[in-house]
């Protein structure tokens, strides 16, 4: 079955460290996205992606950084910048261009500051 | 000004029971496609409904369906016949631009009991 993967579903940052949350997509879709979802929140965008080699900012995109060197994975680093980082992060992908295309989602990284 | 609006924080629904969950959105773009989507306590998130602008019919999947009101901005999600698995969060989402990139906006979604 086509779907999103992200891993790990948990993961701890301890004092100025980088951390990389993996997201791999088998959907064929060439735009991805990473977004951030904090309690009594909606979800916010941190970046996006419509082709490979290619990503914008998106709302809050500072103190992370992405790569989309393959059309299948689209990892997201949340660095040391990253000052609250404690939140719930979600990845999507669809298909570009279309105001009917709805966006996958995988299961999300659930990521806390140890 | 928000692009989308949840004023539901929680909302309560007896099994069986219809409910109705609010959604206006603000765009000046012609062209956009609005989204429901069920997130449920492990935290995946699962499209229900799919409206788009131009669309003269309301959307229907299912127990899911979709009050468009074009003129009022409003987009609001009916679930038929509740059932206790359908106790999540759920989101409204919009999709807007042309050309290049088309931006997703969420709410800041509702939460649904429903109760036995």
Same mark, same amino acid.
């Given at each position: 079955d086509g779907g999103i993967t992200q891993s790990p579903k948990y993961l701890f940052r301890k004092e100025g460290q980088n951390v990389t949350l993996s997201c791999e997509q088998n959907l064929n879709h060439d735009a991805m996205y990473w977004y951030r979802q904090d309690p009594g929140q909606g979800l916010r965008l941190i970046y996006y992606s419509q082709i490979v080699n290619d990503f914008q900012k998106g709302d809050i995109a500072e103190g992370y950084s992405?790569?989309?060197?393959?059309?299948?994975?689209f990892p997201l680093t949340v660095t040391s910048a990253?000052?609250?980082?404690?939140?719930f992060y979600l990845c999507a992908s669809s298909l570009p261009r279309a105001h009917n295309q709805p966006q996958h989602f995988g299961d999300g990284t659930r990521l806390s500051i140890l | 000004a928000q692009k989308i609006t949840q004023t539901q924080p929680g909302?309560?629904?007896?099994?069986?029971?219809?409910? =109705?969950?609010?959604? =206006?959105?603000?765009?000046?773009d012609p062209s956009y496609g609005l989204f429901w989507y069920k997130q449920p306590s492990s935290g995946e998130m699962i499209f229900l409904i799919y409206q788009g602008s131009y669309d003269q019919?309301?959307? =229907?999947e299912g127990r899911y369906s979709l009050n468009f009101q074009k003129a009022r901005k409003s987009a609001n999600l009916v679930i038929s016949a509740s059932q206790l698995g359908d106790s999540a969060m759920y989101f409204c989402a919009m999709r807007e631009g042309s050309g290049g990139y088309q931006k997703v906006t969420f709410g800041i979604g509702?939460?649904?009991q429903v109760i036995p």
């Open positions: 992405v790569s989309r060197e393959k059309k299948e994975s990253q000052k609250n980082p404690t939140a | 909302m309560f629904v007896q099994e069986k029971e219809a409910v =109705t969950l609010d959604c =206006t959105y603000d765009t000046s019919q309301n959307a =229907t509702t939460k649904l």
